[in-house]
């Protein structure tokens, strides 16, 4: 990954230094579409944060990787005093390190889990709603050119030997999971319709969900657990929630899936029943599709639903990949998008309490692995619109008591709001203007299904473009203190665990930042 091309790209830096002046810092747009500019601009800061430390740090044989898509900071503070108390700490926050990833993508200031997904899994920043492809492609270009497809963390791991898999609460094709194993110009594209209804051709342009059962990456995986089982059968067949799949080609991607680990022992489940009786010493495989869609709230999970919870899958999936046989170790991906759709729907109380699910999961994975050769990573992908305002008393419940009174309208107001959502309308009123929010509350007897207010009216909430925090423990993961572009996650796992070649460049790279600092010195003080 590093050696020559790195180095020669740092010579060439050398040169620039030495042959301009100020101006050469400044950024150009058209810099950001070339992936190599990215990966220029970890590799230095990954040598630099290198030197930080002289004691001796292992490897990392281990990756874990946990992302709570829309967990922003103000959904961290707000879910500690909803689940326990302001002063309360999950199980992520006790990593020993943490630091902000810059979240943009190339094309927009706010990125979607796509871009955000590509960036800290492949280590290149791309466009708004694109999937492991080159920053060079636009969404919806009916291009796979291979020059332009972006490898990611899932790819370097199995290259290195490690046995790797993915649990999440999305579907297995959406979200930050698909750029573990695919490469598409739209996220959209999760099925052949999809890809049809944009005019490309799905002979060239293979769908998502294709990917993943047949494509080189996605094909290796031990263990793939989640929901959307509409995008792996044809419409011609009916789910076994009554309706039917999205397939317009005739494929039934699970049963092929099936027929090509033929020789293997290959298990496809979906109940949690099913989950529970497995001997994951007898399995070589496992395909877990646990809904049609996406996989309900954490709070709407009954005691004798058929949905897993988030913490059961990561059990599972680290038994199947902690096998005595994956001697060069593994990496697990794990993401929770329903903290993230629950924002989009203006509820709080149920993305507080994903939030809770989501630091269960977590720490059942850390409970089963050590620091000592295993780097642990938490993280969100892309922020909400969630604000804390006003001045609410310690001990009031944020959606049942008054944060404080508004000076222009004399009415309460309540201490959460969202910047955009569907719950405009139920607390703004065309003729009158602002409602009571506490007379709103009370219409609503299910307080998990309670909303709060939203200043601009949409279907679904958008995302937010705050900085992403990043938890870590475990080796090279004081790397990921302070600030830093989040394609530099990646980076640093590749780093920490010496894979695609990370190690072998370390000397030269170290060799030529010590060569850049001489002829910046020599620059500035000429």
Not at 181 to 195: F, L, M, R, T
Not at 262 to 288: E, F
Not at 478 to 495: D, K, P, R
Not at 501 to 524: F, K
Request: charged share 20%; proline share 4%; with cysteine.
């Amino acid at each position: 990954m590093f050696r020559s091309s790195v180095v020669q790209a740092l010579l060439s830096l050398v040169l620039l230094i030495l042959t301009t002046g100020p101006g050469w810092m400044q950024v150009k747009g058209h810099e950001e579409h070339d992936a190599h500019y990215w990966k220029h601009m970890a590799h230095e800061l990954l040598y630099e944060k290198k030197d930080y430390t002289m004691q001796k740090i292992n490897i990392a044989k281990n990756i874990m990787v946990f992302v709570g898509a829309g967990m922003s900071q103000t959904t961290v503070t707000a879910a500690r005093f909803y689940n326990g108390g302001d002063n309360e700490t999950f199980a992520f926050e006790r990593l020993k390190w943490s630091g902000n990833a810059r979240t943009y993508c190339v094309d927009s200031r706010v990125p979607d889990s796509a871009c955000a997904g590509t960036a800290f899994l492949t280590g290149v920043k791309s466009n708004f709603g694109t999937v492991a492809m080159d920053p060079t492609v636009r969404r919806s270009e009916c291009t796979m050119d291979p020059a332009k497809k972006l490898a990611s963390i899932a790819k370097w791991a199995l290259e290195a030997g490690k046995a790797v898999g993915f649990a999440t609460t999305s579907r297995v094709t959406s979200g930050s999971n698909a750029a573990l194993y695919a490469n598409s110009p739209d996220s959209d594209w999760e099925n052949d319709a999809n890809v049809k209804a944009a005019g490309c051709n799905v002979d060239t342009v293979p769908d998502i969900a294709q990917q993943l059962i047949h494509g080189d990456i996605g094909k290796q995986f031990k263990v793939i657990l989640g929901g959307g089982r509409k995008q792996f059968i044809p419409t011609s067949e009916q789910d076994t929630s009554g309706a039917r799949g999205l397939r317009t080609d005739g494929k039934n991607l699970i049963n092929e899936w099936q027929q090509s680990k033929q020789g293997a022992n290959a298990t496809y489940i979906t109940t949690v029943n099913q989950l529970a009786s497995l001997d994951t010493s007898k399995i070589d495989y496992l395909l877990g599709l646990f809904d049609y869609d996406h996989l309900p709230f954490s709070s709407d999970i009954a005691n004798d639903s058929d949905t897993p919870a988030l913490v059961r899958m990561v059990h599972y999936s680290l038994e199947m990949l902690q096998k005595p046989e994956h001697t060069d170790g593994f990496l697990l991906f794990v993401e929770d998008g329903n903290i993230r759709r629950a924002h989009g729907q203006n509820k709080p109380r149920k993305a507080f309490d994903q939030v809770q699910h989501y630091a269960n999961a977590f720490n059942m994975a850390k409970m089963m692995a050590s620091e000592t050769n295993t780097l642990f990573i938490s993280m969100n992908d892309v922020g909400s619109t969630l604000s804390l305002s006003g001045y609410p008393d310690r001990a009031s419940d944020p959606l049942d008591t008054p944060a404080g009174t508004s000076s222009a309208d004399g009415l309460p107001y309540l201490g959460l709001s969202y910047a955009t959502g569907p719950a405009h309308s139920a607390y703004y009123s065309p003729g009158t203007g602002r409602l009571d929010p506490m007379v709103v509350l009370q219409g609503v007897p299910n307080v998990r299904e309670r909303t709060c207010p939203a200043g601009v009216p949409m279907a679904d909430g958008v995302d937010g473009g705050e900085d992403a925090t990043v938890y870590a423990s475990g080796p090279w993961a004081f790397m990921l203190s302070g600030g830093y572009e989040q394609h530099f996650v990646a980076h640093t796992i590749a780093f920490a665990s010496c894979m695609d070649g990370a190690c072998d460049g370390a000397a030269t790279l170290i060799l030529s930042t010590s060569t850049i600092l001489i002829a910046l010195g020599v620059r500035l003080f000429a």
